[in-house]
Every structure is written in structure tokens, then in C-alpha cells.
């Protein structure tokens, strides 16, 4: 009997905690953050919530009150959601940190985060998950997309997020570039990839949820093959990619 009423009292105590949620305080906040990590094992995502995140929220004071804010209310309502704490909580958060480390304008912040607060209201979470992951892997690979055996990326540059309907992102001045994945174990090593296109200097705007791409100008080269870039090149004007294979036309 006497066992059954504390299981019973802690099973009170744990969903009053869960019921209150994440603190509006920094530093309980990332005590919480990291608990709610811990039950996932170890790797990128623990030393995070373990090392960057404090260090840029409390030393750094990397997030304005009002971001701050922000993400603890998005946070709770992730979980009450019933999403998990990994991936779908460790996205938002990582993706909240990197916004403010890149020094995203106020502008892009707001429409990024305008998408999260859509899809968060939706009934369809996983177009939320998916463009958080998507979040996530731009942020830290400068993914756009990618499959098993190939990688979009976009290097250099200067990108915003924006919205009117619906969200995208636009890129200047960058390099847009697509990797196709060598298979074989042993050769990946010294050759991680076995073809690669490069639109070098080329703008765009990039349709996150179809997956398709609108560029404006850049030049291809063809130096893989052994030709000079200064005599062996081609200027591109408008073309679209849909960023779900690796092929790649223009006129």
C-alpha cells in the first residue's frame, strides 16, 4: 500500500512539472533543456545542450529577452504537442541558436519563425518536422536537400527567409551546389563524392516544402574534367532545378 501511494506521489510531481513546463528563467531553462536531451544517449545534440547553448544564452547573452521569450513559449508548446524533445524540440532550439549567431535581420527571424507558428497551429505536424530538419541541416551543413545518394547545399553568400502565403528563402551571391554520394565504402574515404555540380555566383529562391529552386545567373565551369574555368565556362541566365534529384538543365 504503502508503495502504490509514493508511486502515485511521483507520478504527481512528474506531470506537475511537465504541466508548468520550461522556465522563462536562462538558466533553469537550459538545465531543462538538457534534461529532456539526456534520455536520448550521447552525440552532437547533448554536447550541444550541454556546452554551446549555455555558453551562448548565459555568457554570451546571444538571445534578446523578446527571442528568448519566444523560444520558451514555442518550446512548451512543442512538447504539449506531444513532439520530441529529439528531433522536433533539439531542431527548433538549434535553429533559434544559429539564427542569432548568423545575425539574421529582424525581418528573416520573423518570417521564419511566422512558419513555425503556422505549422505549430496546423494539424499536420509533420510539415512542421520536416522543415525544421531542413531548418536544422541548412544552419549546420548549409543542406537544402538531400537524398541517399546525393546533397544540395548552398555555400557562400548572404540568404534571408521570407513569406507571403507561404515560406522561402532567398540566396545571392552564393554557390549552388549538388554531390553525388560515392557508394563505395572503401574508395569514400579519399573520395567522399563521385559527381558534383557547381552553379558558382548564382541567386535564387528556394521553395523549402516542394523542394524546388528558382535561380537568376551564375556560371558553370567544367574543371573536374581537367578544362580551364578561364577559357571553358558557361554564363546561365533564369532557370528552375527541382531539388529532389541530381540533375541539373539550363538554356
Not at 28 to 44: I, V
Not at 224 to 245: C, N
Request: charged share 30%.
Amino acid at each position: 500500500m504503502i508503495k502504490n501511494s509514493l508511486l502515485f506521489v511521483f507520478l504527481l510531481v512528474g506531470l506537475n512539472v511537465f504541466s508548468q513546463g520550461f522556465s522563462t528563467d536562462r538558466e533553469k531553462f537550459t538545465k531543462e533543456f538538457h534534461k529532456c536531451l539526456s534520455d536520448y544517449g550521447k552525440g552532437d545534440f547533448n554536447d550541444f545542450s550541454k556546452k554551446e547553448f549555455p555558453k551562448f544564452i548565459l555568457e554570451m547573452n546571444g538571445l534578446s529577452d523578446k527571442m528568448f521569450n519566444k523560444m520558451v513559449v514555442t518550446s512548451n508548446l512543442i512538447l504539449e504537442k506531444k513532439l520530441k524533445p529529439y528531433p522536433e524540440l533539439y531542431n527548433y532550439v538549434y535553429s533559434m541558436y544559429s539564427l542569432a549567431l548568423n545575425k539574421q535581420n529582424n525581418e528573416s527571424v520573423n518570417a521564419w519563425h511566422a512558419t513555425i507558428d503556422k505549422l505549430l497551429d496546423s494539424r499536420n505536424v509533420k510539415r512542421f518536422e520536416d522543415f525544421i530538419e531542413l531548418s536544422a541541416n541548412f544552419f549546420s551543413k548549409r543542406i537544402l536537400s538531400s537524398a541517399s545518394n546525393y546533397t544540395w547545399l548552398y555555400e557562400g553568400g548572404v540568404y534571408n527567409f521570407d513569406s507571403d502565403d507561404k515560406a522561402f528563402i532567398r540566396f545571392e551571391s552564393g554557390n549552388l551546389i549538388c554531390r553525388v554520394d560515392n557508394k563505395d565504402k572503401k574508395e569514400a574515404e579519399k573520395k567522399p563524392f563521385v559527381d558534383s555540380i557547381v552553379v558558382k555566383n548564382t541567386d535564387g529562391i528556394f521553395d523549402p516544402f516542394l523542394k524546388r529552386w528558382v535561380g537568376k545567373g551564375g556560371i558553370i565551369t567544367w574543371e573536374k574534367v581537367g578544362l580551364s574555368p578561364a577559357e571553358s565556362f558557361a554564363e546561365i541566365k533564369d532557370y528552375r532545378l527541382a531539388l529532389k534529384s541530381p540533375n541539373f538543365s539550363a538554356d
